[in-house]
């Protein structure tokens, strides 16, 4: 879930703007740092224990060159004109705010350049690019057990409540169930979904402004698919729940991934598997889209809805930051 966004930011830009420094210099990744960046990234899925098929890699690169709206960026990091550090981020659409907001994916160093102050170079270059965007909201993940990376994202990031959860491998849509019926948002339902998106920004305590939730309620009815999916729960001919979901680019597959924002039902019809039914059939929407890996996030303290997501999906070690106010 994302927070209001800040308004009055600069229109959007292409470019990267980075204020070289004598100790660190932050420039957009060329063609010519192929080998150097595939060092690098394989030192960071090193760190994860995980290895991607060169399929991957070559397709991840490939994109970071591309300079696309929707692919990602990538930024490295040099000292005495040596390769030490990379970043990945990419701009989406959110249902929280009027602009796009910046996924920052991907922060690696070399051990042997970490306290010299690259990585967090690395991540205020992402800050400046957001900002050159129009997009000033930009968030990430890290392990929560990663004492190292946070002692830093301590600093220059604000820790959220939010954990994060998985789809499960192997992929597992939940069964429909009888009396909910599980539709795309339609224009004649802009009353019944504005009340049930009142009630999901009363329960975290937020106010959106009206240009917010007009634009995400028409982003719901486009066809573009970089756009936010929006589905609704009927349930005896009432409108009682709502999912919006994203698909978006990542460095780790080929395909997209698909971002579960937003999930809501009414207090009086919880308990009849409307919620499990509405993340079912987004479920079965990525799989149509061929963007099977889903995540989501929800508070920490939120106990309702974790009942649901631990039998659903699956709890992993991540934790959020996002960017100061």
């Not at 129009?134 to 190292?148: E, H, K, L, S």
Request: net charge neutral; with cysteine.
């Amino acid at each position: 879930m994302r927070r209001p966004a800040s308004t009055g930011v600069a229109p959007r830009s292409n470019e990267v703007a980075v204020t070289p420094s004598p100790q660190v210099e932050i420039r957009p990744v060329a063609q010519a740092d192929e080998a150097d960046w595939r060092a690098l990234w394989r030192g960071y899925l090193d760190y994860y224990q995980t290895a991607l098929p060169e399929d991957v890699y070559a397709t991840t690169f490939a994109r970071l060159l591309a300079g696309g709206p929707k692919e990602f960026r990538g930024l490295i990091a040099l000292q005495e004109g040596r390769p030490v550090g990379l970043v990945h981020f990419l701009f989406h659409r959110s249902s929280w705010a009027a602009e796009e907001v910046c996924y920052l994916q991907d922060l690696f160093t070399l051990p042997q350049a970490r306290g010299a102050g690259v990585a967090r170079a690395l991540i205020k270059a992402v800050y400046q690019a957001a900002d050159a965007a129009g997009c000033p909201q930009v968030y990430w993940f890290t392990q929560d057990f990663n004492a190292t990376a946070r002692r830093l994202y301590n600093r220059i990031g604000v820790l959220t409540p939010f954990v994060r959860y998985n789809r499960p491998a192997p992929f597992v849509t939940p069964a429909s169930l009888p009396g909910v019926t599980i539709r795309a948002v339609r224009t004649a339902d802009e009353v019944d979904w504005r009340a049930l998106w009142q009630g999901y920004l009363t329960f975290y305590e937020t106010a959106l402004p009206e240009a917010t939730t007009a634009a995400t309620f028409a982003r719901l009815l486009s066809d573009d698919p970089d756009e936010m999916r929006g589905l609704v729960a009927e349930v005896d001919g009432r409108v009682v729940g709502l999912v919006h979901h994203v698909a978006h680019r990542t460095c780790w597959k080929v395909e997209k991934v698909c971002y579960l924002q937003d999930l809501f039902t009414r207090p009086d019809t919880r308990g009849r598997g409307v919620a499990r039914a509405l993340v079912g059939a987004v479920y079965a929407q990525a799989d149509a889209a061929g963007t099977p890996g889903v995540y989501w996030l929800t508070q920490g303290f939120n106990t309702t809805a974790r009942r649901l997501y631990d039998r659903i999906g699956v709890l992993t070690p991540f934790i959020e930051y996002d960017r100061p106010q």
